[in-house]
């Protein structure tokens, strides 16, 4: 592949996806403590500027996260980037500081994942953790918060909100979170509508296709099989809460737990186990992992009304879906699905014979080809269709966990390592 490169820029570490200007390209990245936005010059990628972020706390993170996951965001001249460890922060096209936003600390076991977009001059960012969830809209011309809403049915996720715009009436946010993906209204923030059965901790950004919306959510305990049913709060109580305090402490805990599920349900991290927790542990085992499409509108929960179907099987964990001429297209661990988005069937499912490592980042498409990342650094092409093909397998040989990016013919590819700009000759 090295052979269609324009050029190459070495950057610090980080998980966020490029975003571009007309002139311009815009990452974020760490640099031993430090919390950097990088720009970079779009045709020749040498770097124009950096500027630091303050950070004064250090988020936990799990091992293949970090703090600058969250991709940044731009109206076409500004940046707009988040980092967990400090808030929201813009910069102009040349690097100057516009506003600021601290926000946290947050309390989220595996480290922040989410994206701010932007949508009608609002910057929206969903803000779901252990405790204290909520999505915010702020300003994007001065970092003043429009609207908070607080989601208490929601903990840990990692997923970007997507727009949803119908023919007539008001724009929507399409929010994934624990256990449901629901819509808000983008002026207010109020929530109109939801669908339940879905899994915990939520990663991908929702599809739209003109009133269909197509949600994938996976989590470890949400297959068939792995799912169980949990006794009530009062029954565990009467069994193991032996000072009769009304709640758990890890000596209480039940004695076939694992030695980390005290910590993993301990949500506030107070060092017991109330009813509040022990109820979302009592969801978190039955929930279902699934693709789910839905029939946007409707008010109040539609689960029963909107949901066109539900599909199974081999699905992504942290990939989104991708919908490209008519056929949607899923990637978990080297297992590559095409989809009818009328039904959901299975058009063909096989293994990325000879890149069968884990995928992080979501597949992208252009010019009749599918464009998939592996953490080890292989970019699969594919041929687009129903009955997909693999068309060439090339080696970076640099881990990769970010999403790429195709503009006006290039494709550019974040590693761990560097940036990388790709086009066949002429573009």
Not at 75 to 86: E, I, L, S
Not at 249 to 268: M, Q
Not at 298 to 323: M, Q
Request: aromatic share 10%; glycine share 10%.
């Amino acid at each position: 592949m090295q052979h269609n490169m324009v050029w190459r820029t070495a950057l610090p570490l980080g998980h966020s996806s490029p975003v571009f200007t007309a002139d311009h390209i815009f990452v974020t990245a760490f640099e031993g403590k430090t919390l950097l936005t990088i720009c970079l010059d779009r045709a020749t990628g040498k770097v124009l500027w950096r500027r630091a972020a303050p950070r004064e706390r250090e988020e936990v993170f799990q091992q293949t996260n970090g703090p600058a996951s969250p991709s940044p965001v731009t109206d076409g001249a500004n940046v707009y980037v988040f980092f967990g460890d400090f808030g929201f922060l813009s910069y102009g096209p040349d690097g100057n500081e516009r506003w600021r936003l601290p926000l946290g600390p947050f309390n989220n076991a595996n480290g922040h994942g989410s994206s701010p977009i932007l949508a009608d001059g609002k910057l929206v960012l969903i803000c779901d953790q252990d405790t204290g969830s909520y999505l915010l809209a702020v300003d994007a011309q001065n970092g003043r918060v429009l609207w908070k809403t607080m989601r208490p049915e929601c903990t840990r996720g990692y997923a970007t909100p997507s727009v949803y715009r119908p023919a007539e009436g008001l724009a929507e946010l399409i929010v994934p979170g624990s256990f449901e993906v629901a819509s808000y209204a983008i002026e207010t923030g109020e929530k109109l509508w939801w669908v339940g059965g879905m899994a915990w901790q939520l990663k991908s950004v929702p599809l739209i296709d003109r009133d269909r919306i197509f949600v994938n959510g996976w989590e470890v305990g949400g297959d068939p099989e792995q799912r169980r049913k949990v006794p009530d709060f009062a029954r565990i109580l009467a069994d193991y809460d032996k000072d009769h305090d009304g709640k758990l402490s890890p000596g209480e805990a039940p004695p076939h737990k694992a030695s980390d599920w005290f910590t993993e349900t301990d949500l506030n991290h107070d060092g017991y186990i109330d009813e509040r927790e022990w109820q979302f542990y009592q969801v978190r085992s039955s929930a279902e992992n699934c693709l789910v499409a839905i029939r946007a509108g409707g008010r109040g929960d539609i689960t029963n009304s909107h949901v066109l179907w539900r599909y199974r099987k081999a699905l992504p964990n942290t990939p989104s879906p991708l919908l490209y001429q008519g056929v949607i297209y899923l990637i978990r661990d080297g297992i590559f699905t095409s989809l009818n988005p009328e039904n959901g069937e299975v058009h063909k499912q096989a293994r990325l014979t000879g890149a069968l490592g884990r995928y992080w980042s979501s597949p992208v498409a252009a010019d009749g080809k599918i464009f998939v990342v592996g953490e080890d650094g292989k970019v699969v092409v594919l041929r687009a269709a129903p009955d997909w093909e693999i068309l060439a397998i090339n080696n970076l040989d640099e881990d990769a966990f970010a999403t790429p990016a195709i503009l006006d013919g290039r494709l550019y590819v974040r590693t761990r390592a560097a940036l990388y700009c790709f086009a066949k000759p002429g573009h």
